[in-house]
């Protein structure tokens, strides 16, 4: 007999990975439409918890509109005999990897950043409630972590209970992450290692340091700790970091040896603090992107919920899309807000020396762990919208990297000699040009090009 006959939809692991367009989707929870959405755990004691409940705050899906956004919120609480309350966020991030197991069901991101959507077919095959969600969730939480004795479950989308209950978990999310500042990566005995997106990232393998959040900013290495320990065959395990082939860097042989084996032999080595030799690799869930900006030798970071276009014209979908998937592009840096308040933040680099532009939200967010002297230097949306815009404002900042302009080749320097040609539109026909964008190359033949200004710079042969 199956543990999910009651369920209207298939339920495996043969459906994590599932990617469910917006004109196949019956709903969609959460993601970059609605400002308000979270997942939580929270450990209760067992006479606080009624086992199996399963409640829901506002519309069901069946009362929600086709094709429609809505803000979301699971809530849900655990209990067992010897409660660890630094398991919540073990548990929290499972909900991802669960949900991903329903037909028909996409789960993306984590925490506050959820983003969840359910398919026409699945909808028509009778799963309409959250009911059926809550169910499988329960389900799979007492099969996979059998210590959890007690399980209740509650889902929000009445917009203003979903907004209240968000302010909330935002505070507990925050008092966990303190809890793992101060430690250094050095006295530490091991690192841990995360593949929780290997669904979705094949090649990812999250390496997870005291001062080095996993990329989608829910596991601290506490919680890889944790979480290796109530579940060693699990998806997060210890690492044995094995000799330090270079301490600046961040890369250690035990590191190397796991992330080739996980990787199926594709990543080989990884440094856990630059975005340029040996990056460490991008899934999908990260929080953030740190983006190289050749036009001022700087890196940018922008965050999930930014919706403008970041400084060099780009949303956070393409740049996301230039190093997901689990690969090393140099360059690119999928990363945790945590790990933005880390004094190993991209130290290789040049830490916030390099840094040159964020969104002003983020930058908010992280004010308290910016060197004080560089906070007034980085500019945000404000400040800068276009990399002209960007240089002057570097220029009248006196930030560290304009130093760097002066030692850098003439070709790549800022303010290297430029020609324009602005006078006639201009045809220029092309063959055989290659374009890479999101993980696919792009061959134009026999195309054209109209550009109505073109610069020719110097450079070296």
């Excluded at 999250?206 to 001062?211: A, D, E, H, L, M």
């Excluded at 250690?252 to 199926?264: C, D, H, I, R, S």
Aim: net charge negative.
């Amino acid at each position: 007999m199956s543990m999910f006959e009651d369920i209207p939809v298939d339920v495996g692991v043969v459906y994590e990975g599932e990617r469910i367009r917006f004109k196949d989707m019956q709903v969609e929870l959460g993601g970059e439409r609605t400002d308000a959405k979270f997942e939580l755990v929270k450990v209760k004691g067992l006479d606080e918890i009624e086992d199996g409940k399963i409640t829901v705050v506002g519309p069901d899906i069946k009362d929600m509109k086709e094709g429609s956004t809505n803000p979301f919120g699971i809530y849900i609480e655990v209990a067992w005999k010897d409660v660890e309350k630094e398991l919540e966020g073990v548990i929290e991030r499972r909900i991802h990897e669960y949900c991903n197991f329903i037909e028909g069901v996409m789960h993306l991101n984590q925490r506050y950043d959820i983003w969840l959507r359910l398919s026409k077919k699945s909808f028509k095959k009778g799963f309409n409630s959250f009911h059926f969600m809550g169910k499988v969730l329960q389900k799979l939480f007492r099969s996979e972590l059998s210590f959890i004795e007690k399980i209740q479950i509650t889902f929000i989308t009445k917009p203003e209970e979903v907004k209240k209950m968000h302010g909330e978990a935002m505070k507990i999310y925050e008092a966990r992450d303190a809890k793992a500042r101060g430690m250094k990566d050095e006295e530490a005995d091991a690192f841990y290692g995360c593949t929780l997106c290997q669904s979705f990232a094949p090649t990812h393998c999250c390496i997870i340091t005291p001062q080095r959040y996993s990329n989608c900013g829910s596991i601290s290495w506490f919680d890889g700790r944790a979480s290796a320990r109530v579940d060693p065959k699990g998806p997060v395990f210890a690492i044995e970091k094995g000799e330090c082939l270079d301490p600046f860097k961040g890369e250690y042989k035990g590191v190397n040896a796991v992330m080739k084996e996980k990787t199926m032999g594709e990543i080989n080595r990884v440094a856990l603090y630059t975005a340029f030799e040996n990056p460490h690799t991008s899934c999908g869930c990260f929080e953030a992107v740190a983006f190289y900006i050749p036009e001022v030798d700087g890196m940018g970071i922008v965050h999930r919920g930014f919706k403008e276009a970041t400084v060099n014209g780009l949303p956070f979908s393409t740049l996301a899309d230039s190093t997901a998937g689990g690969r090393q592009v140099e360059g690119f840096h999928g990363l945790s807000i945590e790990y933005m308040r880390s004094p190993k933040l991209l130290q290789v680099d040049g830490g916030w020396n390099r840094i040159v532009w964020m969104p002003a939200t983020v930058k908010e967010r992280v004010k308290d762990f910016i060197p004080k002297e560089m906070v007034d230097k980085i500019a945000t949306e404000n400040e800068a919208k276009t990399i002209d815009e960007l240089k002057a404002f570097l220029k009248k900042t006196e930030h560290p990297v304009v130093e760097r302009w002066k030692t850098l080749p003439v070709e790549a320097a800022p303010e290297a000699e430029e020609v324009e040609a602005l006078a006639q539109p201009l045809e220029i026909p092309i063959s055989g040009v290659p374009i890479t964008a999101g993980g696919f190359e792009i061959i134009l033949k026999d195309a054209k090009i109209y550009a109505r200004k073109v610069i020719i710079r110097r450079v070296k042969k």
